[in-house]
């Protein structure tokens, strides 16, 4: 069974740090494209990065893009999400999803629960 | 990165149809293709449809999607209570690896 599982998320001040994690079991981490979708409070799904499988390949939204920084332990296969100079309006939830790529075309298969990140002072 | 256009909400009666248009330009969904995902409050979205119009496993063919363009949509027949949910496009930009998702629809069965 694939399973995603998300953690770290928490209070934080504007300006300030934060890892996420996504812990993920039952597929082979390594021939996927894990990416980071977020969701503000009451708003659509904003994508926010993705690593092909190998880690060769990294992008960013230009909202994130200089702030933020995807990688993964493949021992472990954990994905993590640095987030650094936090603003309010990062504040959402972060999934973790599992993506496909086949040709021109990237789809999310599996998703995890979510972790609330709230950028407040 | 301009997002996808989705109306914000549409409505049917139970058993009905209804149709969630998606709308992009030549940078996006004209040369690549569109998925869906379906959310309920609360929750994490779920793939419902794949490359335009196809279903993973599990999802009732109920659900249909087309892509003609710059445009796709998402066809749902038999409509149900339990289709009630907020529904999201989206595409990869291959050239540029990036993702882009619609705003979300937002499904009431009256």
């Known amino acids: 069974e694939v399973q995603l599982l998300e953690s770290g998320g928490g209070l934080i001040q ?14 082979t981490f390594n021939s996927y494209a894990m990416t980071w979708v977020r969701q503000a409070p009451g708003k659509g799904l904003e994508w926010v990065s993705s690593m092909s499988g190998s880690g060769d390949n990294t992008s960013y939204a230009d909202s994130v893009r200089g702030r933020f920084s995807i990688s993964s332990d493949n021992s472990r296969n954990t994905l993590f999400l ?8 990062d504040t959402a939830v972060y999934y973790c999803a599992r993506g496909r790529i ?14 609330l990140v709230t950028v407040s002072s | 990165q301009s997002g996808l ?76 209570t339990g289709d009630e949910a907020a529904y999201y496009c989206g595409t990869w930009i291959s050239s540029l690896r990036l993702t882009v998702f619609g705003g979300g629809t937002q499904l009431t069965v009256l």
């Open chain 1, 82 to 89: 640095q987030m650094n100079s936090l603003r309010v309006d």
């Open chain 1, 14 to 27: 504007p300006g300030g740090s934060l890892r996420l994690s996504c812990s993920t079991s039952g597929f």
């Open chain 2, 5 to 80: 256009t989705q109306p914000p909400s549409v409505s049917a009666a139970p058993g009905q149809k209804v149709t969630i248009s998606c709308s992009g330009s030549s940078s996006n969904i004209g040369n690549n293709n569109v998925s869906w995902y379906q959310q309920f409050p609360g929750t994490a979205p779920k793939l419902l449809m794949y490359e335009n119009n196809k279903r993973p496993s599990g999802i009732p063919d109920r659900f249909s999607g087309s892509k003609s363009g710059t445009s796709a949509t998402l066809g749902i027949t038999g409509l149900q």
């Open chain 1, 102 to 115: 086949v040709g021109a075309s990237l789809w999310f298969d599996s998703w995890g629960q979510g972790t």
